[in-house]
Every structure is written in structure tokens, then in C-alpha cells.
């Protein structure tokens, strides 16, 4: 059984530190540009990511966590109460850290999936979709692979687009039948994102398969010009 005082401590200590960390880099001249660009209705400390980053490396080694359990609890903490963007950026930067790559199974679905629909933009949502969810997915597909067919076609927008970027790191390891899903599930979405998201995981995969791409394009006829336009810029 798990000790959740044991889990706890490290975790609120972590938290802290970053608030902190956050609090003695804030510039607040930058933060209200940085809230406009990002149309947050969150407001910024106006951290720039390379300090954001390089401080999340020195906290993150300052304070270890033992055990899933107290990483996982350092990362809704960081998210759940947030009250600066930036303390969001550090947990996705946290759910991402090395030290943790071990814990990267499917059971932590359930969490990236409360920070896609609760982040519900696209700098929250395009990380975790395509350097969280893909890997999971190409190290799990029997597990995962039904997640995705099923997120195509949920009624919320950034679950259908994760499921249409996911696989924007797999190169020549994109399952093709899962890309074709999810795209042709959304091919009549009028949403920017989704049009903009089919264009990215297409445009992404010509890299490898810039033919199959064309013949899926020119198959296709109902593809939005946006996505078309995406799809097609390298070729």
C-alpha cells in the first residue's frame, strides 16, 4: 500500500519550488503579451521558455521523486492549481523528464487525457499529443490504438485532433490504418484545428511516404484547401 504522506511530501515540496522559481522570474511586463499571443484566459508571469526550462531542470534534480505515485501527484497539483500558464508548462515539462521515462505506460492515459480536455489549447494539447500520447502508442498499439480510434470521433475537438497528431514523431513506424481513421472521421470538421491538424500529420508523413500522401490527397476530394495546402507543402 502506498504511503500517501510519503507520496505527498516531495510533491509539495516540488510544487512549491517551482512557484517560487516562477515568482522570482516573473517579469511582469512580458506577461500580458504572452497572455494575448497565447489567448489565455490564464494569466502568464511572463517567465520566456528558456528560463522556464533551465529552471525546471535545476528543480527537477534538486527534488527527485521516488515513485509514480508522488510524480503523478506533482503533476495534477502543478496543473489542477495552477494559477499562472506557466506553472502548467512545467508539468507537461515534468510528465516529459527523463528520470521519468520508465513510468511512461498506458495507465498514465487517464491523466494526459484530463490535460488535453482541460488545457483545450493547442500548446498544451500538441505536446502532449504528439510527444506523450505517440510514443505510448507506438510502444503500446494494442492498447492504445482503440484509445485513438474512439477520440476521432468524440464530441470534443482537442481529443479528435490528438488522435489525428498523435503520430507526428512515428516516421516510418505511422500505422496508416489509424491515420486514415482519424482523419476521414473529421474530414468534414470545419474547425481550424482539425483542418490545420489533418494537414500537419499528413504533411509530416510525406516526409517518409511523400506518395502515399499525394494518392491520399488526391482520394480525398472533401479535404479542406487548408488541409490540402498543409498536406502538400513539401511536394
Known amino acids: 500500500m502506498t504511503d500517501t504522506h510519503a507520496t505527498a511530501a516531495p510533491a509539495a515540496a516540488l510544487v512549491h519550488a517551482v512557484r517560487t522559481g516562477l515568482a522570482e522570474l516573473a517579469d511582469p511586463r512580458k506577461a500580458p503579451d504572452m497572455q494575448r499571443y ?22 527537477f534534480a534538486e527534488y527527485p521523486l521516488s515513485d509514480v505515485d508522488a510524480w503523478r501527484a506533482t503533476v ?39 490535460l488535453i480536455v482541460t488545457g483545450a489549447w493547442w500548446d498544451f494539447v500538441d505536446e502532449l499529443a504528439s510527444r506523450r500520447i505517440g510514443p505510448l502508442l507506438r510502444a503500446h498499439r494494442a492498447t492504445v490504438t482503440p484509445v485513438m480510434q474512439r477520440w476521432a470521433n468524440d464530441p470534443h475537438l482537442w481529443r479528435r485532433r490528438t488522435s489525428i497528431i498523435c503520430q507526428l514523431g512515428s516516421k516510418e513506424d505511422t500505422d496508416t490504418d489509424l491515420l486514415i481513421h482519424c482523419i476521414e472521421a473529421n474530414l468534414h470538421d470545419r474547425d481550424f484545428f482539425i483542418r490545420k491538424g489533418i494537414g500537419w500529420a499528413l504533411r ?11 494518392n491520399f490527397v488526391d482520394g480525398h476530394p472533401t479535404l479542406s484547401p487548408l488541409s490540402r495546402k498543409e498536406a502538400m507543402k513539401h511536394s
Request: charge should be positive.
Open 204 to 214: 509530416q508523413f510525406a516526409h517518409v511516404e511523400p506518395a502515399w500522401v499525394r
Open 38 to 59: 497565447m489567448k489565455s484566459d490564464m494569466p502568464f508571469r511572463g517567465v520566456p521558455t528558456p528560463e522556464r526550462r533551465a529552471l525546471g531542470r535545476r528543480l
Open 76 to 114: 495534477l497539483s502543478l496543473w489542477r492549481e495552477a494559477s499562472f500558464r506557466e506553472e502548467r508548462y512545467l508539468a507537461l515539462d515534468l510528465t516529459g523528464h527523463r528520470r521519468y521515462a520508465d513510468w511512461q505506460t498506458p495507465l498514465l492515459l487517464p491523466m494526459y487525457e484530463e
